[in-house]
């Protein structure tokens, strides 16, 4: 069975949205019955970081230049304002900006 590049992508972005949802359900039905100290809620919280820097890092590993470059500034962005939502128009804007200059 051979399926085309879109359909694996989308498989797959499936994929994480069930593991990474179901890990948060998960998590919080089995937790419901533990004590949640300060070093369980930080490892609970950090699942959903992890599934996505999982999608994010072969995005970045096999993209552009503009790809790189916004995933560069919307980083530093968001480690010195704490914004997500500055981080993130930065990082587009980035991104559409080295395809304006250099997709010619």
């Known amino acids: 069975m051979n399926f085309s590049p879109v ?3 989308l498989i797959a972005i499936i994929l994480m949205v069930v593991i990474a949802y179901g890990s948060r359900v998960l998590g919080l039905l089995i937790m419901a019955r533990v004590p949640l100290g300060p070093r369980v809620r930080r490892f609970i919280d950090a699942m959903s970081s992890s599934v996505l820097i999982a999608v994010i890092t072969p995005i970045i590993v096999h993209g552009d230049g503009g790809v790189r470059i916004a995933a560069i500034a919307a980083g530093t ?6 914004s997500p939502l500055v981080s993130i128009a930065l990082g587009m804007f980035c991104a559409a900006g080295w395809r304006w ?3 010619i």
């Open 7 to 9: 359909w694996q992508s």
């Open 101 to 103: 200059l250099f997709t």
């Open 77 to 82: 962005v968001a480690i010195i304002l704490r």
